[in-house]
Nanobody
């Protein structure tokens, strides 16, 4: 079974950048669609971005479109989220997640209930 371990995060000034990475163990990583979600303080976990198993389809929440970029490297069993032009409202605990169904549909990948395995979460704090 795939397990996900996250790296990165931390404190950054508004307008700055951070890169989050998620490393997977297991033999079937390349068959997983991958997503990033975040949970701001006092709020529900929300969709940020997703990428299909092949990397051919990528999706972004409107709130991060044009600022964040998702990528995956199946040879290294990693998925990353490059976050640029960060805003204080990006402050949250960020989670990577994997979906075994091989779907490429946005409506599916934007739902946290679609995912089968989750990383441990990492804090991103953006100061004003």
């Amino acid at each position: 079974q795939v397990q996900l371990v996250q790296f990165g995060g931390g404190l950054v000034q508004a307008g700055g950048s951070l890169r989050l990475s998620c490393a997977a163990s297991g033999r079937t990583f390349s068959s997983y669609a991958m997503g990033w979600f975040r949970q701001p303080p006092g709020k529900e976990r929300e969709f940020v971005s997703a990428i299909s198993w092949s990397g051919g389809s990528s999706y972004y929440a409107d709130s991060v479109k044009g600022r964040f970029t998702i990528s995956r490297d199946n040879a290294l069993n990693t998925v990353s989220l490059q976050m640029n032009s960060l805003k204080p409202e990006d402050t949250a605990v960020y989670y990577c997640a994997g979906d075994r169904t091989l779907t490429t549909d946005y409506n599916s990948l934007a739902r946290k209930s679609s995912y089968d395995v989750w990383g441990q979460g990492t804090q991103v704090t953006v100061s004003s």
